[in-house]
């Protein structure tokens, strides 16, 4: 089991916000599709600020305590403010994530955007669309073997520095993965 | 709150009797086995002795066990060192597909060097066809490796049948007994197997310590070479206290044989029963009767198993899970994909494994417990909140 900081033990022990709103204002879901984890946020909007936020994560002890802490650093924020919650701001916020985790698990900020995206299509009649999670992840520069979570100073590599583990790559986002991996943990595309 | 162990096949604590058994080796007699004075003679009778005692408890004889440094290295041993030693007479290998890293990586290793391998499926309760075994078998098949338990699932395979497979092909057959050996009568006449894995620490005997019973006249190249220990098939000074703790757990694990599954298989069976009857949508995961004394697995659908695994922790419960999640290489486990589970089901793995120290009420225990953590993580689930709209409409 990965060691959690204290500040994860206490969103995953107690989560905040956790639930459905009836009629939302926007409705915002992303999961990752190696691994089945999937998270839903639920939003109310009033003045343009996020009045109620609730949501429902299906997924480890990090995946939940990400999702409450994204609805605490949301709750009350302009839509604009919150667009700029990132999986590093929470990551932080959460006082780190286990590095094999911080991808896979880190997916409530994009729930929230998408959210507010689908608010501002319904209500607002304005089309955008926030960069899916896969995109994101594209713009982290660090990257761990999957194997021992050592950091990898040459991404390219064809094997860990640290364990020796092969490390394939995607050939969509060239992130290494697992051997055997059908699906890209990070980009989702198929190997 | 209590205090309950529910993990033992991650690992079992050490039996007193054991450790103390152990102590002298850790103190005075601290000689090395090989050393021909004085300080060698103690360690090297209780080596000896040991490797009687062990000897014993897979019925095979002394001289035909290896200790090694755990139950992975007894496989990469036993799989590596077979296949060395045989590959004038041809370069395949026949495998479960459920066997334990320690075997499979061991064959991907070997298919770098040239091997081939191929992998024999089960079924959903996780066993082996002793006739998938046959038709997988070639002219130029050195080895064939099926595990005795899973220890993720529990599932007791068909050795003696696939045994009698590998002995009409006159193939040298290994089985990886780790998780069964100490837990179940193990004879290796009786199973018809020419090499068995064990390790220590999954009977009540220390971490580190393993064995390989390696049948008479059966072929091996070391893996370890510049000494004469352990016949000169395993070099390196012996680690002597375990040795002698891993000879007292087989004695005591033989003595008490009887009693321990009489106790284990009652425990499993109420929590088997009762902990599916209070909750929904729990699937047994492997085979709901042939399986391991003090074994139970189960999928929890619509959560995942890291979840349960830290609330169990939080009220005092130690278990396991094969989520994905748990995993540091975050992949599902091969052995329930191999049953056939979807990676989704796979997720809500959860695995609670019992020990001789283990009492009824511990059971009782765990089925308070267990049904508010689960329902709790469902009320934070998207799926099972889609689950139950679907279900109302």
Request: with cysteine; glycine share 8%; net charge negative.
């Amino acid at each position: 089991m990965p060691i959690y900081s204290d500040k994860v033990m206490d969103h995953f022990m107690n989560p905040r916000n956790v639930g459905e709103i009836e009629n939302p204002d926007g409705v915002g879901e992303e999961g990752n599709p190696v691994c089945g984890d999937m998270m839903t946020f639920y939003i109310r909007v009033k003045d343009n600020r996020l009045e109620d936020i609730k949501f429902k994560t299906f997924g480890c002890g990090a995946a939940i305590a990400v999702s409450s802490m994204v609805s605490e650093m949301a709750m009350g924020k302009t839509l604009e403010e919150a667009m700029k919650i990132t999986p590093q701001s929470v990551a932080d916020e959460l006082e780190g994530l286990p590095k094999n985790k911080f991808h896979c698990s880190n997916l409530g900020a994009q729930a929230l955007h998408k959210a507010i995206d689908d608010y501002m299509g319904k209500k607002m009649g304005v089309k955008k669309e926030s960069p899916s999670a896969a995109k994101q992840f594209e713009e982290l520069i660090h990257v761990h073997c999957p194997y021992c979570e050592s950091e990898l100073e040459d991404k390219d590599s064809p094997f860990c520095q640290a364990c020796h583990a092969e490390l394939p790559h995607c050939p969509g986002c060239h992130e290494p993965v697992p051997k055997d991996a059908n699906v890209c943990p990070h980009c989702g595309a198929n190997i | 709150m209590r205090n309950v162990y529910l993990d033992h096949a991650a690992t079992t604590p050490l039996l007193p009797e054991v450790r103390e058994a152990m102590l002298p080796y850790l103190g005075d007699a601290f000689g090395n086995p090989s050393c021909l004075h004085e300080w060698g003679e103690a360690p090297r009778n209780a080596v000896e002795t040991a490797r009687e005692q062990v000897a014993r408890l897979v019925g095979g004889k002394p001289e035909e066990i290896i200790f090694t440094g755990n139950g992975s290295e007894s496989n990469n041993f036993a799989v590596k060192g077979v296949a060395l030693a045989n590959q004038s007479k041809g370069k395949h290998i026949v495998v479960s597909a459920i066997e334990h890293f320690s075997v499979l990586h061991s064959t991907q290793t070997l298919e770098k060097w040239g091997f081939e391998v191929s992998q024999v499926p089960v079924d959903k309760y996780g066993v082996v066809d002793p006739d998938d075994v046959r038709k997988a078998l070639r002219k130029d098949t050195v080895l064939i490796s099926v595990m005795h338990a899973n220890g993720e699932v529990g599932t007791l395979e068909p050795i003696k049948d696939i045994a009698r497979v590998a002995k009409e092909n006159n193939i040298p057959f290994h089985t990886d007994a780790i998780a069964s050996t100490g837990n179940v009568p193990v004879n290796v006449q009786d199973l018809g197997v020419d090499a068995l894995s064990l390790a220590g620490n999954q009977f009540y005997g220390p971490k580190g310590i393993g064995a390989l019973w390696l049948r008479k006249g059966m072929r091996i190249l070391p893996l370890l070479d510049g000494g004469i220990q352990e016949g000169g098939r395993r070099a390196g000074t012996e680690n002597v206290p375990a040795i002698v703790g891993l000879g007292k757990a087989a004695e005591m694990a033989l003595k008490e044989m009887e009693a321990r599954v009489k106790l284990l298989t009652s425990l499993r069976d109420r929590l088997l029963k009762e902990l599916p009857a209070k909750l929904d949508h729990v699937v047994v995961t492997g085979h709901p009767a042939n399986r391991l004394p003090g074994h139970t697995s189960f999928c929890v659908e619509f959560i995942e198993g890291e979840g349960m695994l830290m609330l169990l922790n939080a009220r005092g419960i130690g278990v396991s899970s094969g989520s994905a999640c748990t995993s540091r290489a975050l992949k599902a486990s091969h052995v329930l994909i191999a049953m056939g589970m979807s990676h989704e089901i796979a997720q809500g793995s959860i695995l609670l494994s019992f020990g001789i120290e283990n009492t009824g009420e511990d059971v009782d225990y765990v089925l308070t417990e267990f049904p508010p953590i689960v329902n709790r993580l469902r009320q934070m689930s998207p799926v099972y909140a889609k689950f139950i709209k679907e279900q109302r409409s």
